[in-house]
C-alpha cells in the first residue's frame, strides 16, 4: 500500500460516502419521527437504483440528452417513485401497525414485523420482476476521470457527490423552514403535544416514511451508475445505514449525514487491507460494535428511554 | 416426572401425543421420496421455530438472528463429519453443544439491549459468520455418501428413518416446551415478555431469565440446522446463515401461534408445503415466489391475526362454544366474597404488631440522582422504623417516585447511601432487594396483562422458595392479605379494574414475604367508595408486621394511616415527624400551595 493508494481511497471514500450518507438521512427522517426499525430501508435503497435503471434504458429519456446526463436524471428521478411507492405503503400497512396509538402497549414488535415481511416482499418480488444478474446503469461519465498527479477523481461519483450534497440541504433547509417540516419535527418530539396542536401526526409519520424512502432511493439511484447491483443488495445497505445513523446518534440527520460518511471511508480503508468477504463481514462488526457499545452514538443522546 | 406424567394425563399433552402418532403414521406410508422430503423439511423448520419460540415467544425478545445457531449446527455436522470423519450423530451433539456456547456467548452481550436495539443488532450476527464463513473457505461442504452401514452416519437406506428422527427431534422439543409452559420458568418469562420493570422489582432475574432461554434456544436451532446439513448433505454459507433462515424461523412461530408450542407445528405445517408447492410449480417462471410468499404470510398475521393462527381460532372457538381458549377469561361472578373484609382488622391492632420496635428497617441517607441538568433528588433523607407505616408527600415534581427508584435500585443514585437492615444496599438491583425482603408496587400498576391475577401473584412468590406448593401457598395468604376474592384472582390481568390492579400489585409484592413494602400511590385513580377496601389492605398489612413506606397524595388518608410523615420538595426533605404536626408546619403548606396561600392564611 502506498502513500498514493492512501489518498486514493480517502477521495473515493468521501466521494462515495455522500450517497451513503444521503441514504443515512432517509432512514434517520423514518427512525427520527416514527422510532420504527424499517427492516425495508435496504429495499428502498435497492427500488431506487432499479428505478433509474429503467428510466434511464427503457423509458425514452436517452433522447433528452447524452447518456452521462440522462443516467444522473434518473438517478434522481427514482425518488419520486419510491416515494409513491412508500406513501402508499405506510397508507396500506405500515400505518396499521405504527403511530401513538399502537406504541405504548406494543414492544415495537409488529411493527418491526411488517417491516420485514414488507423487505422480504420487495426483495424476492423484485428477483421475480427485474431477474438474479447484476445491472448498472450506463453512464459515459463512470470511465472518466478528472487527473490530480497522480490521483484519478471519477466524473461520475463527483456528480454523485454534489448531488447528494443538494438533496440532504434542500432535506434540511425545507424541515427547518418550512411549515410542513416544523410539523414533522414537532411530530417527532412530542406527538402527543403535536396531537394537541392540530398536528396530523399519521400524515407527518406518512411524509416522513414516503419521504425518507425517497431520499434513500435517490442516494440508490445515484449509486447505480458505479456499483452493479441485484435485487438482494439491500440487506448490506441496511447494515451500512444502520451503522451510519447509529454511529451519528438516533434523532440527528447531521449526525446520520457524518455517519454515513464515516461508514463510507471505512469501507473504502478496509479495501486496502482486508480480502473482500470480511470486508462485508466489518461493516456488520462495526454496527455490532456500536450498538452495543454505544448505542447512543458517538456525537448523540440516548433516545431510548425505559 | 411429574411432567411426563401431565404430558399423558392433560389434554394439550394427550393432543399433542396423538398428532405425533398421526405425523409417524403419514410418514411411515409415504414411498414418494419428494414427498417425505417435504414433510422432513416441515419438521425441520417446525424445530426451528420451536427454538424461537422460547425466546421470541415465550420471552417476548425478538430474535431476528437465529440463523446464526442454525448455520453453527449445520456446520458443526457437515464439517465434523467432511473433515474430520466425525458421525453426524456425534455431530448432532456437537451441534447442540456450540449451539448452546454460540448462543450464551451472543446472549450475554446482546440480551442487555431492548427492543428495536435487541432485534437490529441480532440481525447482524448471522450477516457477519456468513461472509467469515466464505472467506474461511468453507463456501461449500459436501458430506460423503456412505455405501455400507449408513446409518451411522445418519443416511438411511430408507429415508423415512431420516423423517422419524426428525419427528422425534420436534417431539421432544414439544414436550420440553409444554413442560417449561406449565413450570415455573414459563411464569418467569411470561412476566419478562409482559413488563421487565414489574419482573424485577418482583424478583425474578430478568438477565438470567433471558439468557437461560436463549441457551437453549440456541441449542435447538443449531440441532435444527445439523440435521438440514444431514438432509441436504450440501451446506453453504448462504443456505444456513442467510437472511431466509432467521425469517423463516420466525415466520413458522408467528404465523402459527407464538408461546404455544403448537404454533411452531401448525406453522410449518401449512407454510412450508405451500411454498414447496409453490417453487415446484412457478419457481423457473417466478424465482422468488418463495420469499413472497413468506413476506406476505408476515404481513397478513401482523395485520389480522397478531398472535398467530393458534390463538385466533382458539379465541373463536372459545367465543362459540365457551370452551376451548388456554385464556381463561372468567367473568364477574355474583358471590365475590372478599376475604380481606372478613378478616377482622383495626388501627389497634396496627399498633402492637409483632416486633414493633424503634429499630430501624430502611436508613437512607445524602440520596442525590440528576439527569443532565435536572436534579431530581438533591438530598433525600429518611429513616424508617420496623413495623412502622410511614408516609412520603411532596408536590408533584418533588421526586418521590425517583427517591422511591433510587432506593429501590431501578436507577443508580449519583451519591448518597441505601442502608438496609444495617447493611449497605445502596445501587443493589430490584431483584437482589427483592430478595432482601423490599417489596414495592408501581405510580401506574404494571400488570402481567395477559397472566391471570392469581398468577401475576405468583411471580412475586416464585422468588421465595424452591416448592411449587409452598408458592402456591404464599400466592393464596398473599391474596387474602391483599383481599382479593377467588372470583377476582382468576380474572385475567387485562380485565382488571384500576381497584383490583392496585390489590394484585399489593399482593405481588406481599407474596416476595417482604419486610418492607414500598407502595407508590396505590390510592391514585381509585373512586372515593374504593379507598376503604385498599385502606383496609394496607393497615392488615401492617398488622402483620410489615414495614410500610408510602407515597401518597390523598392527605386526609394520609393523615390517618401514617405514623410518621416525610415531606419531599424539590428534591429535598422538607419536614419528618408525626403526621398532624408535619401538616400544619408553615413550610409544608407552603410547597403544596404557595406562598400567597400563606399570606392569605395569616
Not at chain 1, 446503469?137 to 490530480?148: C, G, H, I, Q
Not at chain 2, 374504593?530 to 408486621?545: E, F, H, N, T, Y
Request: contains cysteine.
Amino acid at each position: 500500500m502506498t502513500l498514493v493508494d492512501f489518498f486514493q481511497t480517502l477521495i473515493t471514500g468521501v466521494l462515495v460516502g455522500a450517497p451513503y450518507a444521503l441514504m443515512c438521512i432517509g432512514l434517520g427522517l423514518i427512525f427520527g419521527v416514527m422510532r420504527v426499525v424499517n427492516f425495508a430501508q435496504g429495499e428502498f435503497v435497492m427500488l431506487g437504483s432499479y428505478g433509474a435503471f429503467f428510466i434511464a434504458t427503457h423509458l425514452g429519456v436517452q433522447a433528452v440528452g447524452g447518456s452521462a446526463s440522462v443516467a444522473i436524471l434518473a438517478g434522481v428521478l427514482a425518488g419520486p417513485l419510491v416515494f409513491c411507492l412508500a406513501w402508499w405503503l405506510h397508507w396500506a400497512l405500515v400505518g396499521r401497525v405504527t403511530g401513538s396509538a399502537h406504541a405504548a402497549n406494543d414492544n415495537h414488535s409488529s411493527q418491526v414485523l411488517i417491516t420485514l415481511g414488507i423487505s422480504l416482499v420487495l426483495q424476492d418480488g423484485g428477483l421475480i420482476l427485474f431477474g438474479s444478474s447484476p445491472r448498472s446503469v450506463p453512464n459515459t461519465l463512470a470511465t472518466e476521470s478528472f487527473e490530480w498527479g497522480e490521483l484519478l477523481i471519477n466524473k461520475a461519483q463527483v456528480v454523485s457527490f454534489f448531488l447528494s450534497l443538494c438533496v440532504a440541504i434542500l432535506m434540511s433547509q425545507w424541515l427547518l423552514r418550512s411549515q410542513s417540516g416544523k410539523a414533522l419535527r414537532a411530530a417527532a418530539g412530542n406527538p402527543r403535544a403535536a396531537t394537541f396542536i392540530g398536528i396530523d401526526v399519521v400524515h407527518a409519520h406518512r411524509i416522513a416514511f414516503a419521504l425518507g424512502a425517497g431520499i434513500s432511493a435517490i442516494a440508490g439511484g445515484l449509486i447505480a451508475s458505479r456499483q452493479a447491483f441485484t435485487p438482494y443488495v439491500g440487506l448490506e445497505y441496511v447494515m451500512i445505514m444502520y451503522a451510519g445513523v447509529i454511529l451519528g446518534g438516533l434523532g440527528s440527520l447531521t449526525g446520520a449525514f457524518i455517519g454515513g460518511l464515516s461508514m463510507a471511508l471505512v469501507q473504502q480503508l478496509s479495501t486496502l487491507v482486508l480480502p473482500h468477504q470480511l470486508q462485508t463481514a466489518l461493516v456488520f462488526v462495526i454496527f455490532l460494535g456500536l450498538i452495543l457499545l454505544r448505542p447512543q452514538g458517538i456525537f448523540g443522546r440516548s433516545v431510548d428511554r425505559i | 416426572m411429574k411432567a411426563l406424567r401431565d404430558l399423558f394425563t392433560a389434554r394439550e399433552g394427550q393432543a399433542l401425543i396423538a398428532v405425533a402418532v398421526l405425523i409417524s403414521a403419514v410418514l411411515l406410508s409415504v414411498t414418494d421420496k419428494y414427498l417425505l422430503l417435504v414433510l422432513t423439511q416441515v419438521l425441520i423448520w417446525a424445530l426451528l421455530g420451536l427454538a424461537w419460540n422460547l425466546i421470541g415467544g415465550y420471552a417476548g425478545q425478538m430474535s431476528f438472528g437465529h440463523a446464526a445457531f442454525f448455520g453453527v449446527g449445520a456446520y458443526c455436522v457437515a464439517a465434523g463429519y467432511a473433515y474430520a470423519n466425525i458421525s453426524p450423530w456425534i455431530g448432532l451433539v456437537v451441534a447442540a453443544l456450540m449451539g448452546g456456547l454460540a448462543a450464551l456467548v451472543i446472549g450475554a452481550i446482546t440480551l442487555r439491549l431492548r427492543g428495536h436495539y435487541f432485534a437490529l443488532a441480532m440481525l447482524a450476527y448471522p450477516m457477519a459468520l456468513l461472509y467469515v464463513f466464505e472467506w474461511a473457505g468453507l463456501q461449500e461442504v459436501t458430506m460423503p455418501m456412505r455405501d455400507s452401514q449408513g446409518w451411522t452416519v445418519l443416511q438411511f437406506s430408507d429415508p423415512r428413518w431420516f423423517g422419524m428422527l426428525a419427528l422425534a427431534a420436534v417431539l421432544v422439543v414439544s414436550s420440553l416446551t409444554f413442560w417449561i409452559e406449565r413450570s415455573r420458568h414459563g411464569l418467569c418469562l411470561a412476566a419478562v415478555r409482559e413488563d421487565e420493570a414489574a419482573a424485577q422489582a418482583s424478583g425474578v432475574n430478568v438477565f438470567a431469565v433471558k439468557l437461560r432461554a436463549m441457551v437453549l434456544s440456541g441449542a435447538i436451532a443449531a440441532v435444527a440446522g445439523g440435521l438440514y446439513a444431514a438432509m441436504m448433505l450440501i451446506v453453504t454459507p448462504r443456505a444456513v446463515f442467510g437472511m431466509f433462515v432467521s425469517a423463516q424461523a420466525i415466520i413458522v412461530c408467528l404465523f402459527g401461534g407464538v408461546a404455544t408450542f403448537w404454533g411452531p407445528l401448525i406453522g410449518a405445517s401449512v407454510l412450508v408445503p405451500m411454498s414447496e408447492w409453490l417453487t415446484a410449480n412457478f419457481g423457473s417462471s417466478l424465482p422468488g415466489i418463495q420469499g413472497v410468499m413468506y413476506g406476505a404470510a408476515i404481513i397478513a398475521v401482523v395485520l389480522f391475526a397478531k398472535e398467530g393462527l393458534y390463538w385466533r381460532i382458539s379465541d373463536a372457538l372459545a367465543r362459540r362454544w365457551g370452551v376451548g381458549s388456554k385464556r381463561k377469561k372468567v367473568g364477574e361472578s355474583p358471590e365475590c366474597s372478599t376475604r380481606g373484609e372478613d378478616e377482622p382488622v383495626s388501627r389497634s391492632e396496627a399498633e402492637a404488631p409483632p416486633g414493633n420496635d424503634d429499630r430501624v428497617i430502611l436508613d437512607v441517607k445524602g440520596l442525590g440522582r440528576a439527569f443532565g441538568g435536572v436534579v431530581a433528588v438533591a438530598d433525600f433523607n429518611i429513616t424508617v422504623r420496623k413495623g412502622a407505616i410511614h408516609g412520603l408527600i411532596g408536590p408533584n415534581g418533588a421526586g418521590k417516585t425517583t427517591a422511591f427508584n433510587l432506593i429501590n435500585g431501578f436507577v443508580r443514585p449519583d451519591k448518597g447511601s441505601v442502608i438496609l437492615d444495617g447493611i449497605d444496599a445502596t445501587g443493589n438491583a430490584p431483584e437482589v432487594l427483592c430478595a432482601r425482603g423490599v417489596g414495592r408496587t408501581f405510580q401506574t400498576p404494571r400488570a402481567f396483562r395477559r397472566l391471570s391475577v392469581r398468577d401475576n401473584v405468583r411471580v412475586g412468590a416464585l422468588t421465595q422458595t424452591r416448592s411449587d406448593d409452598d408458592a402456591r401457598d404464599l400466592t393464596e395468604h398473599a391474596l387474602g392479605l391483599a383481599g382479593l376474592s377467588e372470583a377476582e384472582a382468576d380474572q385475567l390481568a387485562s380485565s382488571a379494574s384500576v381497584l383490583q390492579l392496585r390489590l394484585m400489585e399489593i399482593a405481588r409484592a406481599l407474596a416476595g414475604r417482604p419486610s418492607l413494602l414500598m407502595l407508590d400511590e396505590t390510592l391514585a385513580g381509585l373512586g372515593r367508595e374504593d379507598l376503604p377496601r385498599v385502606v383496609a389492605a394496607i393497615k392488615g398489612i401492617a398488622a402483620s408486621g410489615v414495614t410500610i413506606l408510602i407515597i401518597e397524595h390523598t392527605m386526609h388518608v394520609v393523615a390517618s394511616i401514617v405514623d410518621e410523615l416525610t415531606v419531599l420538595d424539590h428534591g429535598r426533605v422538607i419536614a419528618n415527624g408525626q403526621p398532624d404536626l408535619v401538616l400544619q408546619m408553615p413550610e409544608v403548606i407552603e410547597s403544596y400551595l404557595g406562598k400567597k396561600w400563606m399570606l392569605h392564611a395569616a
